[in-house]
T-cell receptor
Framework: EPEVTQTPSHQVTQMGQEVILRCVPI?????FYWYRQILGQKVEFLVS????????KSEIFDDQFSVERPDGSNFTLKIRSTKLEDSAMYFC??????????????FGDGTRLSIL | AQSVTQPDIHITVSEGASLELRCNYS??????LFWYVQSPGQGLQLLLK??????LVQGIKGFEAEFKRSQSSFNLRKPSVHWSDAAEYFC????????????FGAGTTVTVRA
C-alpha cells in the first residue's frame, strides 16, 4: 500500500537555526498537510497546501514557517529560526481529493524535532 | 470551528475483553469523522472513517464505530482486544468548509493486560 514518507525521523537542531522537514506524499495525491504534536498534547493543524499554494494555515503557522513543493514529489516544511517551543513531532499528510471527500488523509510516521 | 473531546485519557483492558473509546465532537453541520491509531514510535494509521450513509462503520483490525448525531458522538469499539491493540487512539473531525483540515482529540491510551 502506498505510504507517506518523512525524513529524517529525528532532527536535533540548535535554537535559532533553520530546519527543513521533508515529506514525500502518496504519488497521486493532490492535497498536502502539516500537523504537529507537542509532547503530551493534541495533534494540531499547521497548514494545508493545494495547487502550489497554501489553502489554509493556523495561528501557529507564523512567518517563521514556510512550505514548498520544490518538485513533483517532495513537500517540505521550513522553520526559519527555530525556538525551543518548536520541539514537537511533525506529521505530514496527504489526500487524493477534497471535494466530494471520502478521501481520508494519510499520515507519515512523523519527524521528531528537538530544539536545544 | 470544529472540536473533539475524548473523555478518557487512559483505559486498561484485559486481552479478549471488549473495548469502547468515547469521542464527542462539536461541529455545526455534518462532520467527517475519523479514528486514527498511533503505536509507539509510529505515525497515525487510519482505522476507519465516516462521511455519510450507514452510521455504523467498519474499519481495519476488527474495529467499528457508530455515529450518533443526537449525541454528537462517534465511539470506537472492538469486541475482543488483542495485546497488539495497545496504542494511542485519536478521534478527529474534518469540516468541509475548512479545507478538510482535521481537528484531533487529545487521545486515549489503551493498555492491554494479559
Amino acid at each position: 500500500e502506498p505510504e507517506v514518507t518523512q525524513t529524517p525521523s529525528h532532527q536535533v537542531t540548535q535554537m535559532g537555526q533553520e530546519v527543513i522537514l521533508r515529506c514525500v506524499p502518496i504519488s497521486n495525491h493532490l492535497y498536502f498537510y502539516w500537523y504537529r504534536q507537542i509532547l503530551g498534547q493534541k495533534v494540531e493543524f499547521l497548514v494545508s497546501f493545494y495547487n502550489n499554494e497554501i489553502s489554509e494555515k493556523s495561528e501557529i503557522f507564523d512567518d517563521q514557517f514556510s512550505v514548498e513543493r520544490p518538485d513533483g514529489s517532495n513537500f517540505t516544511l521550513k522553520i526559519r529560526s527555530t525556538k525551543l517551543e518548536d520541539s514537537a513531532m511533525y506529521f505530514c499528510a496527504s489526500s487524493e481529493s477534497k471535494t466530494g471527500a471520502n478521501q481520508p488523509q494519510h499520515f507519515g510516521d512523523g519527524t521528531r524535532l528537538s530544539i536545544l | 470551528a470544529q472540536s473533539v473531546t475524548q473523555p478518557d485519557i487512559h483505559i486498561t483492558v484485559s486481552e479478549g475483553a471488549s473495548l469502547e473509546l468515547r469521542c464527542n465532537y462539536s461541529y455545526g453541520a455534518t462532520p467527517y469523522l475519523f479514528w486514527y491509531v498511533q503505536s509507539p514510535g509510529q505515525g497515525l494509521q487510519l482505522l476507519l472513517k465516516y462521511f455519510s450513509g450507514d452510521t455504523l462503520v467498519q474499519g481495519i483490525k476488527g474495529f467499528e464505530a457508530e455515529f450518533k448525531r443526537s449525541q454528537s458522538s462517534f465511539n470506537l469499539r472492538k469486541p475482543s482486544v488483542h495485546w497488539s491493540d495497545a496504542a494511542e487512539y485519536f478521534c478527529a473531525v474534518g469540516a468541509r468548509s475548512n479545507d478538510y483540515k482535521l481537528s484531533f482529540g487529545a487521545g486515549t491510551t489503551v493498555t492491554v493486560r494479559a
